[in-house]
């Protein structure tokens, strides 16, 4: 792609919003959860599984953990037991026992508004504090990068950095706060939907024009 001018590419990203806003409108977490602690707990367990699983896993595990000092006083192996299948199970269910002990000891049992105080919980990284940050008290404090906003983002144009820590620092400057919760959404569902990882639907694709489509192998031609 032709090196594009600070003020070009952010004219682009303006309309690819714009495409996205219009395409999902409806665009959220798909962790479901109805309080912080369901999406602190959801996230931790979200880590190197999909979210289908995840919400398998929680559609029980909130029946029967309904406060920190639940999860923080049940026997190890019971809650190991209880998120198995979302894999890492051993760590997840460590964490999430420190993590609610430390809720109740130093916030009351509940979860806290700052990236500082969440990040110090025990399996809580910045990934995870985003995500509890944005979507459980609307607060923009730094931009979701997974899997899939790390692949749109290259393939886009918007950063040519390769770990989420700098990608982050990369949509931060480029991307308008108000919107930092969403546009990882809009990444996301896009990736899910259209933007796939090995086979891309760029034919498509709603944002297409606006898309350089950076890394993204062109399908072999016939007999080729
Ligand atoms: S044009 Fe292709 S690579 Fe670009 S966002 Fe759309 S599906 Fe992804």
Same mark, same amino acid.
């Given at each position: 792609?032709?090196?594009e001018?600070?003020q ?8 690819i ?6 395409? &999902? ?7 479901? $959860?109805? %309080?912080p602690?369901?999406?602190? =707990? ?11 699983? =995840? ?9 029967? &953990?309904?406060?920190a000092?639940? &999860? ?6 019971e809650?190991?037991?209880a998120?198995k299948?979302t ?9 999430i026992k420190?993590?609610?002990?430390t809720?109740i000891?130093? $916030?009351?049992? #509940?979860?806290?508004?700052?990236? %500082? ?5 025990a399996? =809580?990284?910045?990934?995870t ?11 923009n404090v730094?931009? =979701?990068? %997974? ?11 918007l950063t040519q950095? *390769?770990t989420?820590?700098?990608? #982050?620092?990369?949509l ?5 706060q ?10 996301i569902? $896009? ?14 694709? #709603? ?5 350089p489509?950076?890394?993204? *192998?062109?399908?072999?031609?016939r007999g080729?």
């Amino acid at each position: 792609m032709p090196r594009e001018t600070a003020q070009a590419r952010a004219a682009r990203l303006e309309k690819i919003i714009a495409g996205f806003e219009k395409t &999902y409108p409806e665009a959220h977490c798909e962790l479901t $959860h109805a %309080d912080p602690l369901q999406l602190l =707990v959801a996230t931790i367990l979200s880590a190197q599984c999909t979210d289908k699983r =995840v919400n398998v896993v929680t559609k029980e595990l909130f029946k029967k &953990y309904r406060t920190a000092a639940d &999860y923080a006083d049940a026997p190890l192996a019971e809650l190991e037991q209880a998120v198995k299948t979302t894999g890492f199970f051993r760590n997840k269910a460590k964490n999430i026992k420190a993590c609610c002990r430390t809720l109740i000891e130093r $916030h009351a049992g #509940e979860v806290p508004h700052t990236m %500082d105080e969440l990040h110090a919980l025990a399996g =809580v990284g910045r990934k995870t504090a985003n995500v509890v940050l944005g979507n459980a008290f609307g607060i923009n404090v730094g931009v =979701v990068v %997974d899997t899939h906003v790390a692949r749109l983002s290259q393939r886009l144009g918007l950063t040519q950095q *390769k770990t989420p820590e700098r990608i #982050e620092l990369e949509l931060m400057a480029l991307v308008p706060q108000k919107q930092w919760t969403m546009f990882s959404h809009w990444l996301i569902w $896009h990736g899910r939907r259209r933007c796939a990882a090995r086979k891309p639907d760029c034919g498509g694709c #709603e944002i297409k024009r606006l898309c350089p489509r950076l890394g993204v *192998k062109q399908e072999p031609t016939r007999g080729g």
